[in-house]
């Protein structure tokens, strides 16, 4: 089948070629550097199948485009599908696949690094050490051992975190509108959420982007928080209200952030600006506190995970030639 991939890195290129040799490279995969948009969609022309990432816009004029140009499939190399619009696609009679795990631990794993460099200021020492700075004047940090961490959303990447966090002896938290046994297993209570925010030393979010969740985290949120809290978020950006987080580090009662998502991420992240000015002056605020540390959409990026995202990705193309529906498929019922 032929695939136009969008939005390619030289990683993607990597693991699909790899994992397309592995199928008996029975696919002609064009690797696409552009976005996926309406200017781009024309690009599409003659691929069976279209891979598209998290920033790929996916809508009902570039769904029409892709059909007109002979695509049947969309095969998505991420778990979230927001980005498409699923009755257009149904309306056209093109399937949608996805990759709904690829590897949770990778994000945990980022969730945690980013705990531990707050807490112990290595992004701060790392700077200084290069400059021939061995002061350690305003880099005292603070045990995990004994805190209390607060998850949000304890599904599978939940789950690692408190595995992980537990292992250093912190007391685990969650708040899920479903309980998860492995969860409880892993050392978990479960709480309302105002108890997370009164007693979580750490509050480190891994639910879903929905209406419901949306600025999750907003002033009236932080203000019933512990002082000194620490907010990681590995989400999605809008689960935080960034101006709100702004005012919170401003006055002290935040006392790090460990972001991995941005509310506004797509004119920005995955990109090489360092020779462009930012204009999103929100952004560049949270650049300036010694307490924010910013890995921009990294978290999935290992390569265990990548190796799952383009086996899977192969296992939803061959799925779809032998029946007609990939291994992985996105169903209307999952809008509700
Ligand atoms: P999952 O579906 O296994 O778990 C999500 C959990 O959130 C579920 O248990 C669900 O019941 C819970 N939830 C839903 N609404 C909630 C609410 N209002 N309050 C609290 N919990 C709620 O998903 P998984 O695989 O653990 O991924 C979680 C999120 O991590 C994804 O939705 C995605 O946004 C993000 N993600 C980020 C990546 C990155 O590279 N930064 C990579 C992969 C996922």
Known sequence: MKIATFS???YDRAFLSAANAAHGGRHDIVFLESRLSKETAPLGQGATGICAFVNDVLDRRVLETLYAGGTRLIALRCAGFNNVDLVAA???GIQVGRVPAYSPEAVAEHTAALMLSL???IHRAYARVREGNFSLDGLT????HGRTVGIVGTGKIGVCVARIMAGLGCQILGHDPGENRDFLAAGGRYVAMDELFAQADIITLHCPLTPDTRHLIDHAAIERMKPG???INTGRGALVETRALIDGLKSGKIGHVGLDVYEEESDLFFENLSGQIIQD???ARLLTFPNVLITGHQA??????????AETTMENVAAFERTGTPAFPVTMEMLA
């Open 141 to 144: 940090g603070f045990n995990f």
């Open 119 to 121: 807490s112990r200021n």
């Open 8 to 10: 390619t890195k030289a």
């Open 229 to 231: 809290v620490m907010i």
């Open 90 to 92: 149904r309306d056209l």
């Open 281 to 283: 002056d929100v952004f």
């Open 300 to 309: 999935f990026l290992t390569r265990e995970a990548l190796t799952a995202i």
